[in-house]
């Protein structure tokens, strides 16, 4: 089918369906950033966004919609003080570096359920292969919170949250897209809440044809296009089986493959398979009024992963890849809110959590890794709201893993309040750990001899923070918001060339600051600036950290003319910065002559959303990502995506209402 007609197609199906349906829509307004938000992740519960030191962005489904996202990658590169870095298309390998900090030193989670791949090199998230359909929010938790969620959380933790339930019994939402690149994306599912149970079912599809991820300059580039795709299903419910008494349960599979290239040689027939199912079962209840919550969870994370490399067209086979990475946890978590005087506030939680990882591991060059590791930890949490003037924050954590030391972290901080100038003052200082993977402590080869006697990262943080607002006439405001961090890490892991280990040499410096500008006017424009300053250093030798820019800008504006019509564009900027550079030609005759560690040019991006709503249930939509076809690299020889767009539609419908 040609594009042409794919589209014909697709638009006159969303006005059947327009025409059709009853105009129903979802009982919802678009989500707005404002100090009584709601946020779970830096206190794994309900907490109000200006109570606690620390700043979280949240990226809210109005969001994702209006702007069109699609990939995670889309809904991450917006935020302040990230630096996220893709290796080509859609699907290919994606770092995120927060706050400077190293990639492995960020934690995902989904629905606070861990995600980092425990049979990866260093134990880091892909975040390349993931699409955004069954989403409520991404929260993403900037600075340290290893007193909360242990290893891996130093620079930052990011939290996708699903949807689940609703204001009536049966919503369902579907979208239909496609575009540039032999581009598809479909979506559809249903949430609702009917009697005593909430659930939301999602189903998505993502696929694109790609383009040539080598970078036009290197020598003998192929030119051979790099495709993508992932598709997921997920099931989220909520049953509530007696007063006070609920179970939660919560099944995701996801799976991806991609084609990509080597930054050295352009191999066709190069790519991967990417695939994780998660498990969770959680009852819960509540007491005392209210006051008391309680949960228990048992669940899985069950990571596959395997790699192919054909070295050129005609090539039957090459060295691969293959791990599995399992981990099974549980936990017991309590939360309990009162109020110990008049004036004073207080909530206090804590937890114990058990996880076991096993990891199996082969390729072409190491020893076959097969290992499993236990670990437990206990944390409390403490938040205290005095006066309804000063916020108070405190969490300790205790981890006691199998094969090396215990290690405790701990993080404070105070809010005051400042309804003079609409806004707060923070500050907040916290310690953070990052546990050696399995890999770096056990892998063998010729080129390595495995230290098991590793011992974990570890980081100091400082950062302050002051927001100002103001109102601008009935409907309308602005607001200023401004952020100091600077965080220490040592004992980093580094391969010794000498000693052919890894081993705790590394150090590292880091500080900057985050400025952010928002304002809306009525409902005809929505805008917001970011700036972020990044100085991130070695240590031991000063020099600057790989793939962190110094200085890096973030825009949007939405215009809203007429009530059914928004328009919204966004820019990029990332500043000059420090990578592994390649040469175009190599003495070998193919890929790129690796030259070292070298500074790489910034780039511009913009990209222009549009959508139309033809009733209250359904709307059209179109997205121009890379509109001026910038030509970037991001990372060194590594082409970024060239000018694209994407047409389609969708719809959220009411349905029924619950019975009373």
């Known amino acids: 089918m040609t594009y042409d007609r794919y589209i014909s197609t ?9 025409v059709s349906a009853p105009a129903l829509a979802e009982d919802e307004k678009p989500a707005t950033r404002d100090d009584s938000e709601i946020v779970v992740t830096a206190t794994r519960g309900n907490a109000r966004a200006d109570s606690v030191a620390a700043r979280t962005d949240v990226v809210t489904r109005d969001d994702i919609e209006r702007k069109g996202y699609v990939t995670a990658v889309d809904a991450l590169k917006a935020i302040p003080g990230l630096s996220v870095v893709q290796s080509g298309g859609a699907g290919t390998l994606t770092s ?11 934690l995902a989670l989904y629905d606070g359920i861990r995600l980092n791949d425990a049979s990866s090199p260093n134990g880091q998230f892909n975040f390349g292969s993931d699409a955004l359909g069954d989403l409520e929010r991404v929260e993403v938790l900037r600075g340290p919170a290893s007193a909360v969620y242990g290893s891996d959380a130093i620079g930052g933790v990011i939290n996708f949250i699903p949807r689940v339930g609703g204001a009536r019994a049966f919503m369902p939402y579907a979208e239909i897209s496609g575009g540039s690149l032999d581009t598809y994306h479909l979506m559809g599912g249903a949430r609702g809440t009917t009697g005593p149970l909430g659930y939301s079912l999602t189903g998505e599809y993502f696929e694109t044809g790609g383009f040539n991820n080598t970078a036009a300059r290197i020598a003998n580039n192929l030119g051979e296009r790099d495709a993508s795709r ?5 099931g989220n419910a909520t049953l509530t ?93 309590n939360r309990f809110d009162f109020q110990p005087a008049e004036a004073v506030k207080a909530t206090l939680s804590g937890g114990l959590e058990w996880q076991r990882d096993s990891v199996t591991a082969s390729d072409a060059y190491s020893s076959p890794l097969a290992r499993a590791e236990k670990q437990t930890a206990v944390y409390g949490l403490m938040q205290l709201a005095i006066a309804g003037r000063f916020d108070l924050n405190g969490s300790l954590r205790y981890d006691d893993p199998q094969f090396f030391k215990s290690v405790t972290t701990w993080n404070a901080g105070a809010v005051l309040h400042l309804p003079e100038i609409g806004g707060r003052l923070y500050v907040a200082y916290g310690t953070s750990f990052k546990a ?56 980093l892991i580094e391969y010794n060339y000498a000693t052919l280990a890894n081993i705790n040499v590394g150090r590292a410096k880091i500080h900057g600051y985050e400025l952010s500008l928002k304002g809306r006017a009525g ?28 200085h890096a800008w973030s825009g949007s504006v939405t215009v809203t003319p007429i009530a059914p019509l928004s328009l919204t564009g966004e820019y990029f900027r990332r500043g000059v910065r420090d990578d592994v550079v390649y040469d175009a030609t190599s003495p070998w005759g193919k890929g790129g002559n ?16 549009v959508r139309y709503k033809l009733t209250a249930a359904v709307e ?41």
């Open 10 to 18: 697709m638009l006159a199906l969303s006005i059947g369906i327009a």
């Open 436 to 491: 050696p993977a399995l890999a770096e402590r056990f892998t063998k080869s010729a080129y390595n001899v495995g230290n098991p006697s590793l011992v974990p990262e570890h980081g100091t943080s400082f950062e302050a923070g002051l927001d100002a607002g103001t109102t601008l006439g009935a409907t309308g405001w602005a607001g200023l918001a401004a952020t100091y961090f600077d965080t220490k890490i040592s004992d």
């Open 523 to 550: 409902t005809f424009l929505d805008l917001a600036l970011n700036y972020t300053y990044t100085d991130a250093l070695n240590g031991t030798t000063g020099a600057r950290l790989l793939r962190r820019p110094k």
């Open 241 to 333: 089986v007696a007063d006070g008494l609920s179970i939660r349960g919560l099944v995701r599979y996801r799976k991806a493959k991609a084609d990509y290239d080597d930054a050295a040689l352009d191999r066709t027939g190069r790519g991967g398979r990417d695939r994780y199912f998660i498990w969770r079962v959680a009852p819960r209840y509540i007491a005392l009024d209210g006051h008391y919550q309680g949960d228990l969870e048992i669940g899985q994370v069950d990571n596959r992963r395997s790699e192919w490399n054909l070295t050129d067209a005609n090539a039957t086979g090459g060295p691969g890849t293959r791990a599995t990475g399992l981990r099974t946890f549980a936990a017991w978590r």
């Open 594 to 609: 690796y030259l070292g560690n070298g500074t790489v040019p910034g780039y511009d991006l913009v990209n222009f959303s």
């Open 96 to 106: 995120v570096f927060s706050r400077g900090t190293n990639s492995k030193h960020t």
């Open 620 to 660: 059209l939509f179109a997205n121009l990502r890379n509109a001026f076809d910038a030509t970037y690299e991001e990372p060194n020889s590594y082409a970024g995506a060239p000018r694209t767009w994407l047409v389609g539609a969708r719809a959220h419908f009411s349905g029924a209402r619950p019975p009373p």
């Open 230 to 234: 992932f598709a997921s299903i997920t």
